[in-house]
């Protein structure tokens, strides 16, 4: 490649026009750790307006980027070297492709004229994020860096969005390229077929206990009004997926609760009554048929492509289009006048909604984990945000966690990592600096990723953290009570919270009482020069008492 080898200082390098793309693309932020592959890349974002985030784990940025796509639907960039970096990358990448996060990796590689030679740090990386990416590409020749650029942000973000992924050798990075930005196109609307919307409406008219079960796709294709006005016009229940939490609000008397527990909870009491279930942006990979498909019943599926199918799933009708339009389309002519009220299924919802009071009045120190997401939603405006990460406490937040707006409450319940939370808070912090973000987390999860609070500190994000201590891996330990009705393996040992927290310059807290919680978590709000880190002990004994409650009742 002779041809591309940089000769005059006014030509570009591969590198160059690789961050021009990026421009090209919208993007402000990329996250990640430069190594020796990359260094091209690096000086070339050095002399960008695009801002450089450091972090302390490439695990860290991936998760940045993810929930950084998540909130703007733009996909969000992170980099790496390669072997050990690229590697590091792949938890979050497989994160944001099985979520439906748009999310651009990158990596550096070994020359291109090594790669079919044993060599220090290579790995066929195209080959490794090819199953965990909608699309994985080597820049193999400098004059397709941008076309490479163009389609992995167009995978990235089209419909189902996901991750993909761009590896560049560090020979092609330094040579000069002729290419140039592509231009970006906005695609089109896609509308659903005519046909289907009449038989969609037909099937809802004639239902008699319909139930709509909105997943992670109304939240990505912006639905929610749509929603609610399906369901406060036509009064069907609205059931949503973790990932679908605040499509419609919790205090709407349409608004059921969250399948998708492990737990048979009161929630499938509802779909025992219903005879229809509307999937609106439902996705199978966020809740299984499986939980909830407890009888025969005809399905709508309203989404913006179509569904996967199992043996449980198989629509009758398939709405496939611009979520928004379809639902409105088929309001058109659905009628529901002469059908009697839901009590049945309204029942449900005010079942789980006393359950949760209830059990939120506890005083009791370790506190219970309703108490402790009450408090949290008392001092969470509607518009602010929590980030979960995965163990038992995110089953809580699922469930429990009142939730008023789409995109406030970011459950991963796809890939469902641990280590998400601390990173995912800190991008969405970035997003939307002038909203409270709250990442709660357990403590095994929080040491996942804890390093990543000198990240918050040397930015200047100042993210709450409220850690769930218990000293167990603490979903596994439930399942393993409930399987086994003993342990093993499950317990480990913590550092004092509070002295790490300010080891990294945070603010740190230690909460002694149920009393404590609130003003704490407003103390810890009010800082605004540094991240806080707030750990309270919570009684997990809840999970085996949730679990004996619904054994009581369904026997399973």
């Given at each position: 490649?002779?041809?591309?080898?940089?000769?005059?200082?006014n030509?570009?390098?591969?590198?160059?026009?690789?961050?021009?793309?990026?421009?090209?693309?919208?993007?402000?932020?990329?996250?990640?750790?430069?190594?020796?592959?990359?260094?091209?890349?690096?000086?070339?974002?050095?002399?960008?307006?695009?801002?450089?985030?450091?972090?302390?784990?490439?695990?860290?940025?991936?998760?940045?980027?993810?929930?950084?796509?998540?909130?703007?639907?733009?996909?969000?960039?992170?980099?790496?070297?390669?072997?050990?970096?690229?590697?590091?990358?792949?938890?979050g990448v497989?994160?944001?492709?099985?979520?439906?996060?748009?999310?651009?990796?990158i990596?550096?590689?070994?020359?291109?004229?090594?790669?079919?030679?044993?060599?220090?740090?290579?790995?066929?990386?195209?080959?490794?994020?090819?199953?965990?990416t909608?699309?994985?590409?080597?820049?193999?020749?400098?004059?397709?860096?941008?076309?490479?650029?163009?389609?992995?942000?167009?995978?990235?973000?089209?419909?189902?969005?996901?991750?993909?992924?761009?590896?560049?050798?560090?020979?092609?990075?330094?040579?000069?390229?002729?290419?140039?930005?592509l231009?970006?196109?906005?695609p089109?609307?896609?509308?659903a077929?005519?046909?289907?919307?009449?038989?969609?409406?037909?099937?809802?008219?004639?239902?008699?206990?319909?139930?709509?079960?909105?997943?992670?796709?109304?939240?990505?294709?912006?639905?929610?009004?749509?929603?609610?006005?399906?369901?406060?016009?036509?009064?069907?229940?609205?059931?949503?997926?973790?990932?679908?939490?605040g499509?419609?609000?919790?205090?709407?008397?349409?608004r059921?609760g969250?399948?998708?527990?492990?737990?048979?909870?009161?929630?499938i009491?509802?779909?025992?009554?219903?005879?229809?279930?509307?999937?609106?942006?439902?996705?199978?990979?966020?809740?299984?048929?499986?939980?909830?498909?407890?009888?025969p019943?005809?399905?709508?599926?309203?989404?913006?492509?179509?569904?996967?199918?199992?043996?449980?799933y198989?629509?009758?009708?398939?709405?496939?289009?611009?979520?928004?339009?379809s639902?409105?389309?088929?309001?058109?002519?659905a009628?529901?006048?002469?059908?009697?009220?839901?009590?049945?299924?309204?029942?449900?919802g005010?079942?789980?909604?006393?359950?949760?009071?209830?059990?939120?009045?506890?005083?009791?120190?370790?506190?219970?984990?309703?108490?402790?997401?009450?408090?949290v939603?008392?001092?969470?405006?509607?518009?602010?945000?929590?980030?979960?990460?995965?163990?038992?406490?995110?089953?809580?937040?699922?469930?429990?966690y009142?939730?008023?707006?789409?995109?406030?409450?970011?459950?991963s319940?796809?890939?469902?990592?641990?280590?998400?939370?601390?990173?995912?808070?800190?991008?969405?912090?970035?997003?939307?600096?002038?909203?409270?973000?709250?990442?709660?987390?357990?403590?095994?999860?929080?040491?996942?990723?804890?390093?990543?609070?000198?990240?918050?500190?040397?930015?200047?994000?100042?993210?709450?953290?409220?850690?769930?201590?218990?000293?167990?891996?603490?979903?596994?330990?439930?399942?393993?009570?409930?399987?086994?009705?003993?342990?093993?393996?499950v317990?480990?040992?913590?550092?004092?919270?509070?002295?790490?927290?300010?080891?990294?310059?945070?603010h740190?807290?230690?909460?002694?009482?149920?009393?404590?919680?609130?003003?704490t978590?407003?103390?810890?709000?009010?800082?605004?020069?540094?991240?806080?880190?707030?750990?309270?002990?919570?009684?997990?004994?809840?999970?085996?008492?949730?679990?004996?409650?619904?054994?009581?009742?369904?026997?399973?």
């Amino acid at each position: 490649m002779a041809e591309f080898e940089k000769t005059a200082p006014n030509q570009l390098s591969t590198a160059e026009v690789l961050v021009e793309c990026l421009k090209a693309e919208g993007v402000k932020v990329v996250f990640g750790i430069p190594g020796e592959e990359n260094l091209d890349l690096m000086f070339a974002l050095k002399h960008s307006d695009i801002r450089f985030i450091p972090t302390r784990h490439e695990q860290g940025a991936a998760f940045m980027a993810d929930v950084y796509g998540r909130l703007t639907g733009h996909a969000g960039v992170c980099l790496a070297t390669l072997g050990p970096g690229a590697t590091n990358l792949v938890t979050g990448v497989a994160d944001a492709f099985l979520d439906g996060a748009p999310l651009v990796a990158i990596t550096g590689q070994v020359s291109s004229e090594q790669m079919q030679l044993t060599s220090h740090q290579y790995l066929d990386l195209s080959a490794m994020f090819s199953p965990i990416t909608k699309r994985s590409k080597v820049v193999m020749r400098p004059d397709t860096v941008a076309e490479i650029c163009r389609l992995a942000f167009k995978y990235a973000e089209a419909p189902k969005p996901g991750s993909t992924h761009i590896d560049l050798p560090k020979n092609v990075a330094h040579m000069s390229s002729p290419a140039r930005p592509l231009r970006k196109q906005q695609p089109p609307k896609l509308y659903a077929d005519p046909a289907s919307v009449i038989e969609a409406a037909r099937l809802i008219s004639e239902a008699k206990s319909p139930i709509i079960l909105a997943g992670a796709g109304a939240v990505r294709g912006d639905a929610s009004e749509a929603v609610r006005s399906m369901a406060e016009r036509l009064h069907i229940p609205v059931v949503q997926t973790m990932m679908g939490k605040g499509v419609i609000p919790t205090d709407s008397p349409w608004r059921l609760g969250v399948v998708g527990i492990p737990q048979h909870d009161y929630i499938i009491d509802a779909f025992d009554e219903a005879d229809l279930v509307i999937g609106v942006g439902y996705d199978l990979i966020e809740c299984a048929p499986t939980k909830w498909h407890t009888h025969p019943m005809k399905i709508v599926n309203i989404a913006g492509l179509p569904a996967d199918v199992n043996q449980l799933y198989e629509p009758d009708v398939e709405v496939t289009g611009d979520l928004s339009d379809s639902i409105y389309q088929i309001l058109r002519t659905a009628r529901r006048d002469d059908r009697p009220e839901p009590t049945a299924m309204l029942e449900v919802g005010r079942r789980l909604r006393e359950d949760f009071d209830e059990l939120a009045e506890s005083d009791a120190y370790p506190m219970k984990p309703a108490r402790i997401l009450k408090d949290v939603r008392s001092v969470m405006g509607r518009h602010d945000i929590l980030v979960s990460d995965v163990g038992a406490h995110k089953i809580w937040i699922g469930r429990d966690y009142p939730c008023y707006e789409p995109r406030t409450c970011l459950i991963s319940n796809g890939f469902a990592s641990m280590g998400f939370s601390v990173p995912g808070a800190i991008a969405a912090k970035l997003v939307h600096p002038e909203r409270r973000v709250l990442a709660v987390t357990g403590d095994g999860g929080f040491m996942m990723n804890s390093q990543e609070l000198e990240t918050a500190v040397r930015e200047h994000v100042p993210i709450v953290v409220l850690i769930w201590e218990d000293e167990h891996y603490g979903l596994i330990r439930w399942k393993e009570e409930e399987q086994f009705g003993d342990t093993f393996g499950v317990g480990f040992s913590n550092p004092d919270f509070k002295a790490y927290a300010e080891a990294m310059h945070c603010h740190g807290y230690e909460v002694t009482s149920a009393a404590e919680l609130i003003p704490t978590l407003e103390d810890a709000f009010s800082h605004d020069d540094a991240p806080s880190v707030v750990c309270v002990r919570v009684d997990y004994s809840e999970n085996m008492a949730l679990t004996e409650r619904m054994r009581e009742r369904y026997g399973k």
